[in-house]
C-alpha cells in the first residue's frame, strides 16, 4: 500500500531545564497542592519559546535523518512500513505542529512574532504533507519506496533550511535584536545627556513592575501594555510625579516572571531627595491602584550601596562622573537584547520620554568645568 498523504516564544540553561519539564508533563499547582489551569496564552507563549531553544540547537548540530535506522515494518510479518520513533524526527514534528498550528491553521500568530530561526523553518517545511499528517493525525504506514521519498524528502527540507541560513536576509534578520538593543541604548543616553545639559543634579529611581507569582501566567501582552498606560497616564496628573523630568521603560518577558516593566525615572535632584521612598510610592501605585492588586514590584534603590558595585541610583550631581558612569552602564543593562519579548510582542517594548529643549543662551550660574579641569 502506497502512502498518499492529506492535501492540506534566566540563563539559556534554566530556560531548556524549565520549558522541557512543561513539555514533559509537569503539572503546575498552587500553593495547596492543587493543580492550576493555564491559560492557552501561557502555553503558546511557552511552546513558541521552547521551539526557538530548540532550533537554534538544530541549526548548531545540523543532524539528518537515517533511512535505514528509520523505516520498520508496520507489524511483524507486514509488507508495510512505518518511520520508527526517533529524536530528530520527533524534533522536526513537534517544531512543525506548534509553528503551523500557530502561524497557519489558527489566528494565534497574529499575536506574536516568529523568530528569524521559525521564519525560515516554516519556508523549509510549511508544505511537508508527511509532518502534516503525523502532526495533525497520526504517522502513517507506507510502501518502503514511499517511506524511502519521505526520509529523502525530509532530509532535503532539512539541508535547504540549513542552507537558508547562511543567506544574507537571515544574517540581517538574526541582528535585528542588536540593532534595536543599539537603537535604545543610544535613545536612553541621549536623553539623560539632555537631562544633565538642563539640570544640574538628577535623582535616579529605578523599579521593575511586573505581576505575582500567582497571577502572571494569566497577564497577556494587551493587559501588561494597559496597566503601563495607566501608569504614564499618572505622571502628568499625579503629585508623585510633580519633579520627574524624564523616563524610559522596557518590557522584559521570563517564564516564571511572565511580562514585566524595568522603569527608570529622573527628577529634579534639587527637589526631590527621598529615592528610597520615592520607588516605593512607585511600586505601590502599580501593585494596587494600576494593577487591581495583581502587581508586584521591586525597589531597585533600596540598600543600592551595598547590591551595585556601580550605583547610580539616587542622586546625581552633574560633576559626579563616577557615579555617572555607573548610570550609562545601567543604560547599557536597561537596553540588552532580548529575543523572548521580541517574538511575544508585536508592538514597542521600549521607549523613552522626550527629551527636554536645550537652554538657549547664556548659562545662569557657576560655569561647568569639564571633566579634565
Not at 204 to 226: C, K
Request: glycine share 6%.
Amino acid at each position: 500500500m502506497n502512502y498518499t498523504p492529506h492535501d492540506d516564544t534566566p540563563t539559556d540553561e534554566e530556560m531548556l531545564d524549565w520549558l522541557g519539564g512543561l513539555h514533559g508533563g509537569e503539572i503546575i499547582t498552587n500553593a495547596l497542592g492543587q493543580p492550576i489551569t493555564m491559560p492557552s496564552d501561557y502555553h503558546w507563549r511557552n511552546d513558541l519559546v521552547w521551539v526557538d531553544q530548540q532550533l537554534k540547537t538544530l541549526a548548531t548540530h545540523r543532524p539528518m535523518l537515517d533511512a535505514q535506522r528509520l523505516i520498520q515494518p508496520a507489524a511483524f510479518g507486514s509488507d508495510t512500513v512505518a518511520l520508527a520513533s526517533d529524536p530528530l524526527l520527533d524534533q522536526l514534528t513537534t517544531i512543525y505542529t506548534v509553528l503551523v498550528a500557530m502561524f497557519h491553521e489558527t489566528e494565534i500568530g497574529r499575536h506574536y512574532r516568529p523568530s528569524p530561526f521559525a521564519t525560515s523553518f516554516l519556508w523549509a517545511f510549511h508544505p511537508c504533507a508527511y509532518l502534516h499528517e503525523t502532526g495533525f493525525h497520526q504517522p502513517p504506514v507506507m510502501s518502503r519506496q514511499a517511506a524511502e521519498h519521505v526520509v529523502t524528502d525530509l532530509n532535503r527540507r532539512l539541508e535547504a533550511w540549513y542552507q537558508n541560513m547562511k543567506q544574507k536576509n537571515f544574517t540581517y534578520e538574526c541582528y535585528r535584536n542588536r540593532r534595536n538593543s543599539a537603537n535604545n541604548y543610544k535613545s536612553l543616553c541621549e536623553l539623560m545627556d539632555a537631562l544633565f545639559e538642563c539640570h544640574s543634579r538628577l535623582m535616579v529611581v529605578r523599579v521593575d513592575l511586573g505581576y505575582s507569582e500567582f497571577d502572571s501566567p494569566y497577564i497577556d501582552y494587551e493587559t501588561a501594555r494597559y496597566h503601563r498606560e495607566q501608569l504614564c497616564l499618572a505622571f502628568n496628573i499625579h503629585p508623585l510625579f510633580n519633579h520627574l523630568l524624564g523616563y524610559a521603560w522596557k518590557l522584559e518577558w521570563q517564564p516564571k516572571k511572565g511580562f514585566h516593566y524595568h522603569f527608570i525615572f529622573f527628577f529634579n535632584g534639587h527637589q526631590c531627595r527621598e529615592d528610597i521612598t520615592q520607588a516605593r510610592l512607585i511600586g505601590e501605585m502599580w501593585a494596587n491602584a494600576m494593577t487591581g492588586g495583581q502587581g508586584h514590584y521591586y525597589n531597585c534603590n533600596l540598600d543600592a550601596e551595598q547590591r551595585y558595585c556601580d550605583n547610580a541610583m539616587g542622586c546625581i550631581d552633574y560633576h559626579d562622573f563616577e557615579k555617572k558612569r555607573g548610570l550609562y552602564w545601567l543604560a547599557k543593562y536597561l537596553t540588552k537584547i532580548d529575543e523572548y519579548a521580541a517574538m511575544l510582542v508585536n508592538g514597542r517594548t521600549f521607549q523613552t520620554s522626550r527629551k527636554p529643549a536645550l537652554p538657549q543662551g547664556p548659562r545662569m550660574g557657576r560655569p561647568r568645568q569639564s571633566a579634565m579641569a
